[in-house]
T-cell receptor
Framework: QKEVEQNSGPLSVPEGAIASLNCTYS??????FFWYRQYSGKSPELIMS????GDKEDGRFTAQLNKASQYVSLLIRDSQPSDSATYLC????????????FGQGTILTVHP | GAVVSQHPSWVICKSGTSVKIECRSL??????MFWYRQFPKQSLMLMAT?????????EQGVEKDKFLINHASLTLSTLTVTSAHPEDSSFYIC?????????????FGQGTRLTVV
């Protein structure tokens, strides 16, 4: 079992729709969870971080964390073509200093 | 914010030669630097962790004699791919953790696209 798994893609949504990205993790001592966006040929850029159960909203983005289910998700509302990218879920273990384990990524395409 | 500058952004080299990739922390001191590798359509895989003034820690399956890491100062970490072969062609990314409140945030370099011909 992979440590961090993301829902298989690619995911295609029309402009203006809600894109839903999912991620599960296997290590229960994980404490910090991140969503990164990566454009082709570029390094990842942080979109959201979440540490507590529940929802966290930032603009069009909402991250959801359920530690009991070991599940974290990212919702993108009013999706735009510029949101088309690979989205990476990353998990930091409680004892590590900044070391992240990444999921395999989900390719999102927002078509006009 | 914390800036990590990675150079070169791309490099093409002949098989058998060595390539050095540099990551500099511009406005903070990076005692730790993570080095990742990303093959096409795959995720980032941690290769090694470098710590200033000490030997790097390599992940299982990563050849330490092939991927030489040096972290001689608090602002510079380097990765040298020795005797490069076409299968080493990949996207290499460095990342430095920065303490933010109660947690640490990872700041990434721009990445280096290595092509070995």
């Amino acid at each position: 079992q992979k440590e961090v798994e993301q829902n298989s893609g690619p995911l295609s949504v029309p402009e203006g729709a809600i894109a839903s990205l999912n991620c599960t993790y296997s290590d229960r001592v994980s404490q910090s969870f991140f969503w990164y966006r990566q454009y082709s040929g570029k390094s990842p850029e942080l979109i959201m971080s979440i540490y507590s159960n529940g929802d966290k909203e930032d603009g069009r983005f909402t991250a959801q964390l359920n530690k009991a289910s070991q599940y974290v998700s990212l919702l993108i509302r009013d999706s735009q073509p510029s949101d088309s990218a690979t989205y990476l879920c990353a998990v930091k273990h409680g004892t590590s200093y900044g070391k992240l384990t990444f999921g395999q990524g989900t390719i999102l395409t927002v078509h006009p | 914010g914390a800036v990590v500058s990675q150079h070169p952004s791309w490099v093409i080299c002949k098989s058998g030669t060595s390539v050095k990739i540099e990551c500099r922390s511009l406005d903070f001191q990076a005692t730790t630097m993570f080095w990742y590798r990303q093959f096409p359509k795959q995720s980032l895989m941690l290769m090694a962790t470098s710590n200033e003034g000490s030997k790097a820690t390599y992940e299982q399956g990563v050849e330490k004699d092939k991927f030489l890491i040096n972290h001689a100062s608090l602002t510079l970490s380097t990765l040298t791919v020795t005797s490069a072969h076409p299968e080493d062609s990949s996207f290499y990314i460095c990342s430095a953790p920065v303490v933010r409140g109660l947690d640490t945030e990872a700041f990434f370099g721009q990445g280096t696209r290595l092509t070995v011909v």
